[in-house]
């Protein structure tokens, strides 16, 4: 059975963690009916959804449809099991269309609002995670190495 995931950060299409993806796009930009606080934290400079609905910004972002397998590789990847993790939750997002608003209750993945120390925030709130703010990411792999500083 197919589900639905919105992503606002790295899973997106043409960003680092879209080879995880393995979902089909839902045709439009997507955007989170409610406002949520969108942060890059940390040295890794990772994009953090807060589950703070009606605070920060109205998120922009792509909706895939994903199998179950599928699922659970983006759930492995935003580590929905550990308690540092993200956690899968179901909000509402719309696109605005040529036919009106197209209005989905897709699983999207939030950090919890106790996660977050704002002295770690780099930068946001965010509206939309865009190629700039991708090129200061470093994967979990990388900046476990020890690759350079960030841009």
């Known amino acids: ?30 955007r989170t009916r409610e406002r949520y606080p969108l942060y890059l934290v940390g040295a890794r400079c990772s ?8 605070e920060g910004a109205h998120v922009c972002g792509q909706v895939f449809a994903v199998d179950a397998a599928a699922l659970a590789a983006m759930d492995a990847l935003e580590r929905v099991t550990e308690p540092d993790g993200y956690r899968r939750v179901a909000i509402d997002v719309e696109a605005q269309g040529p036919e009106g608003v197209q ?45 350079g500083p960030l841009p």
Do not use: C
């Open 47 to 54: 994009p953090w959804l807060i589950d703070l609905p009606g």
């Open 103 to 147: 209005m989905l209750r897709p699983f999207v993945y939030l950090k919890p609002a106790q996660q977050l120390s704002l002295a770690d925030a780099r930068m946001g709130p965010l509206g939309e995670y865009m190629a700039e703010h991708a090129a200061r990411y470093r994967p979990r792999a990388a900046h476990e190495a020890g690759a």
């Open 1 to 30: 059975m197919q589900q639905l995931v919105f992503v606002f950060g790295t899973l997106k299409e043409g960003f680092p963690n879209f080879a995880a993806n393995r979902g089909v796009r839902v045709p439009g930009v997507f």
